[in-house]
């Protein structure tokens, strides 16, 4: 893909060769046009380049769901657009949700829109992403979220879930052992993880096992969402710990 539209924004590629951005801007319908170099750090911070127009900020509509979000200061999940409506069609009516690494609420909105879900809390460290979590909430006229600032490993344990995420792809292993606390019996876990081809069987799920302890683990669904580099993959596992 050469470009991707979020909102008036126009993202494109970084081996994109086309130089005339006023002209692209215009094909497009869009106010800025801009390149995001690569996400660093925890708090998922965009480095990006304007190449054309100064304003980053944007309201972007996916599945029925409404997002504000600053391209200069938040990440945008550009290749999960269909992952994120297939959790919302997953959660159950009456159930409690903690969304780990909320982000702007890339997963807990559609889950307010779509689903009849009781509770969900959205935990995101990042005061930006934060910020607009909490205006997302407002944007799709939703009660049912609580937004939580701080750091999953500290937040999640206050917590108990019939269902809990992960969506979050680097050293998310570390954080498996207080989401499986915070499952109540028989709960579903959603684990995204980036692994070598030849070990998506089994890799994953070892590591959602190796942190149940006593717990048992039923593996529901292996889903890959892209190719992360050549050889790797963005995977999500579904698992029942009971």
């Keep these: 893909m050469k470009y991707k539209k979020i909102g008036d924004i126009l993202i494109i590629d970084k081996n994109y060769s086309d130089d005339d951005f006023e002209s692209l801007s215009k094909k497009h319908n869009v106010k800025t046009v801009m390149k995001i170099d690569h996400i660093q750090g925890t708090k998922r911070e965009p480095v990006y380049t304007i190449l054309y127009g100064n304003e980053t900020e944007t309201v972007h509509k996916e599945n029925g769901c409404l997002f504000k979000l600053d391209l200069a200061k938040v990440m945008w999940s550009k290749g999960n657009n269909n992952e994120r409506l297939r ?83 680097k050293t998310t292993h570390h954080y498996l052992k207080v989401a499986i606390n915070s499952l109540n019996e028989g709960g579903i876990l959603h684990y995204h993880e980036t692994v070598p081809e030849k070990l998506i069987e089994s890799r994953p799920i070892e590591r959602i096992i190796s942190q149940a302890g006593d717990r048992e683990v039923e593996l529901l669904k292996i889903n890959k969402i892209k190719k992360y580099s050549p050889g790797v993959h963005h995977v999500v596992i579904d698992a029942r710990v009971f």
């Design 87 to 169: 959790i919302a069609k997953l959660v159950e009516d009456g159930e409690t949700v903690i969304d780990m690494f909320a982000g702007i609420g890339y997963f807990s909105i559609p889950i307010g829109v779509h689903s009849n879900a009781k509770h969900v809390y959205a935990i995101e460290i990042n005061p930006n992403s934060h910020h607009y979590l909490c205006e997302n909430i407002r944007l799709n006229k939703l009660n049912n979220i609580t937004p939580i600032l701080g750091d999953c490993i500290i937040e999640t344990p206050k917590l108990k879930a019939d269902r809990i995420l992960m969506g979050y792809v």
